[in-house]
């Protein structure tokens, strides 16, 4: 079965999400682009903070050509913005890099694609305003949700 959950820090605007198992429903992609719009939302409102967002996915399919289209759409309003995407599977690497075509247009925004967790955490640490210790948190939050171990996750 497939699996979306997502932490969301409103004050820090981070939005942690850990994608397992089948490809995204409709439903569950209309979930990812509330949460975008409530970062854009919150950058709107204070021009001091830049967004985040850590994608990790332990999946073997990422979006449709749909899903990637209203993602990176919805993107799009994310003027300042840090986005980390975390697989092992290069499939979903390239589908990633797909959506961020779509939002291609913006000067402050930041994209990196990992295969570790440790990868990202030490690009987030050198990359954002937050310290490693506020994403251990967020990861350990979504793996709770989700009811799954931490998967050689070396911090």
Do not use: C
């Not at 930041?110 to 967790?117: D, S």
């Not at 030490?122 to 994403?135: C, D, F, I, K, M």
Request: charge should be neutral.
């Amino acid at each position: 079965d497939f699996m979306l959950v997502v932490v969301f820090d409103s004050k820090r605007l981070i939005n942690f999400s850990l994608h397992t198992g089948d490809p995204l429903t409709d439903d569950e992609t209309d979930q990812i682009v509330s949460y975008i719009e409530k970062m854009a939302d919150g950058l709107a409102a204070n021009p001091a903070v830049t967004a985040t967002t850590v994608v990790l996915v332990e999946a073997d399919t990422g979006p449709n050509a749909k899903q990637r289209k209203r993602i990176g759409e919805a993107t799009k309003r994310l003027a300042r913005h840090n986005e980390v995407l975390v697989t092992s599977s290069a499939v979903v690497r390239a589908v990633m890099t797909a959506i961020r075509w779509f939002a291609a247009d913006r000067t402050q925004r930041r994209n990196a694609t990992f295969a570790t967790y440790a990868e990202a955490r030490a690009w987030l640490v050198q990359n954002s305003a937050h310290g490693a210790e506020v994403y251990d948190a967020m990861l350990a939050e979504v793996r709770s949700r989700a009811g799954s171990p931490a998967r050689a996750e070396r911090a």
